[in-house]
């Protein structure tokens, strides 16, 4: 919330991450960005992954979007399926692309 009240709307997904790193730095939080993880299908590792935006205490992932729409089925699946890969049970998307800071939270 501290990023949006600074920063507003209207600015691209990278400065608000930006932002966040700031933030979790300055609050001693820790924090991992643009983690990395690996699927595994029927014991194969696939050559593709996914990467989180951040994973926050090895346990939340945040997704950051700054989209004029509201987050939406496509946003969710998505960050429910890091959810599934990553073994991590609580995701939070959030969306400053709007005047009003947009959130929403997922359990898996």
Request: proline letters at 1%; hydrophobic letters at 45%.
């Amino acid at each position: 919330m501290e990023v949006h009240r600074i920063l507003g709307h209207g600015f691209s997904e990278i400065v608000y991450k930006d932002a966040i790193m700031v933030e979790a730095e300055l609050k001693d939080i820790p924090v991992q960005r643009e983690k990395e993880f690996k699927i595994d299908y029927k014991q194969t590792i696939l050559k593709h992954s996914f990467f989180a935006d951040f994973v926050f205490y090895d346990d939340i992932i945040v997704e950051i979007k700054a989209a004029e729409n509201v987050i939406n089925e496509a946003n969710i699946s998505q960050t429910l399926n890091y959810l599934k890969a990553s073994h991590c049970k609580v995701g939070l998307i959030i969306n400053f692309g709007r005047k009003s800071l947009q959130h929403q939270r997922l359990i898996f």
